[in-house]
């Protein structure tokens, strides 16, 4: 079982309850952190020194058409121009309905104006991908006003359940140009409050296409909510104990944000006034710390060690002073499994998206294989970011892609060191020598 899961039983004497910890006394940076009783398992950090853009809706100029891309380059307002694939570009922008295969050289044209949204922050050289296909974020629905096509129900939410959201979901007044997806918060709500959900998302999508109007591209028209705001819709359910703010301007925002969209929970909601910091009361700063480091180390006395690349990021399990087990096919399990745990604990501290390779330590019963193929899927199952899992290989190796949700802790909080230009590694006092003496030689 994951370590989630036997930390929530009630049987468990360090069961306290799930909390969601807000920590807003530095202006420079807002925090928002997930616990289940002293244990971490969520975090989300937004600088007030980066911007961010992620969600943000702008009304955009096409600058270029790159038909080898079959996408365009827009002009959104920022440094760098946004890149627009061909798929994610809406009919209603296209000049005349296509024939046969669509060419976007056709269909678009440079100067053209587009409302945009942003699917994925930029990231080193690169510009941030861009969608025509609008979504908005309400607490119980996600709208998609432009896109009648996609929607659905949380692929989350399975069997019975699905079956009543279905119902609910058909009690609704929905256009019939848009989409609509049901989150996972609507669960137990009433046709009722989700068509309130769903008016307040269809006014925001007015407002949105009435300030569209009002001048020339590029400029912002929507900006996402802040960290604070995103983790309240996003996180806070029934199964929330308390909501802990340790600055009196968050807790008002925080409470006028509830008590329009869901005023039920405000009473969750406390002001915490303790001398003792808000995150070294439930002893998380030193779990933070941890995804700040290349080598975590495991209960047993084993470690992982993450290294991310440009390519992927490679997770190696390291069992150099596990102590669990009878004999080195049980040593290996045991450290196995517990970095299973903490992998999966890692990823969503960090961020980490993409592609990530898990070097796990050599097992040859394969069915010890498939108990640590089967722990990394259950301790996966909480995490909000679309992730895919396949086998380990005969090679010991894991792979596995997450969605980007948003920059990595490490890109968001960090900086590449200017000294070894993020390789790790500088030359020694020896060979650095030796090619200065080379130098001058020549």
């Not at 530095?26 to 925090?31: H, T």
């Not at 609008?134 to 949380?154: E, F, H, K, Q, T």
């Not at 390779?357 to 069915?367: E, R, S």
Request: proline fraction near 4%.
């Amino acid at each position: 079982m994951c370590a989630e899961r036997r930390f929530r039983q009630p049987g468990n004497r360090r069961y306290n309850m799930k909390r969601m910890l807000i920590n807003a006394t530095q202006p420079e940076e807002l925090r928002v952190a997930l616990v289940d009783g002293q244990r971490l398992y969520d975090l989300d950090i937004e600088s007030g020194a980066r911007e961010q853009k992620k969600a943000n809706i702008y009304k955009g100029k096409i600058t270029r058409i790159e038909p080898s891309l079959e996408a365009a380059f827009v002009d959104f307002g920022s440094e760098r121009h946004g890149f627009l694939p061909l798929k994610e570009i809406s009919r209603e922008y296209f000049k005349k309905a296509p024939e046969g295969r669509v060419n976007i050289k056709e269909v678009l044209s440079e100067g053209q104006e587009v409302i945009v949204q942003v699917e994925k922050e930029e990231r080193g050289n690169k510009g941030a991908a861009l969608t025509t296909f609008i979504s908005l974020a309400g607490r119980y629905l996600v709208l998609m006003p432009n896109n009648p096509r996609a929607g659905g129900i949380s692929r989350r939410i399975e069997g019975e359940e699905r079956n009543e959201l279905r119902e609910a979901l058909n009690g609704l007044t929905v256009p019939g140009d848009m989409g609509l997806i049901v989150r996972t918060a609507g669960l137990g709500r009433s046709s009722e409050e989700m068509q309130w959900d769903l008016d307040y998302l269809l006014q925001l999508w007015t407002a949105i296409k009435e300030a569209s109007l009002d001048r020339a591209a590029p400029f912002l028209i929507y900006q996402e909510s802040n960290v604070i705001i995103r983790a309240i819709r996003d996180y806070l359910r029934q199964d929330i104990g308390e909501v802990l703010i340790d600055s009196i301007d968050a807790q008002e925002e925080a409470l006028t944000f509830i008590r329009q969209v869901m005023p039920q929970y405000a009473s969750k909601i406390k002001l915490y006034e303790d001398s003792v910091p808000l995150f070294n009361r439930f002893q998380i700063e030193s779990q933070i710390e941890t995804a700040f480091q290349r080598v975590v180390d495991l209960p047993s006395g084993g470690s992982i060690v993450i290294d991310p690349t440009e390519a992927l990021v490679s997770i190696d399990i390291n069992s150099a002073r596990a102590t669990k087990g009878s004999d080195i096919e049980e040593t290996a399990l045991q450290t196995n499994l517990e970095a299973a745990e903490e992998i999966a604990r890692q990823l969503r501290l960090r961020d980490i998206g993409g592609l990530i390779v898990i070097d796990f330590i050599d097992m040859t019963p394969a069915k010890n294989q498939r108990a640590v193929e089967e722990r990394v899927r259950e301790c996966l199952e909480a995490d909000r970011a679309r992730v895919q899992v396949g086998r380990i290989s005969r090679f010991g190796l894991l792979e596995m892609s997450r969605q980007r949700l948003r920059p990595s802790l490490g890109e968001s909080s960090g900086i590449v060191c200017p000294r070894c230009s993020g390789t790790g590694i500088i030359r020694d006092v020896e060979s650095l020598s030796l090619a200065i003496l080379r130098l001058i030689e020549e």
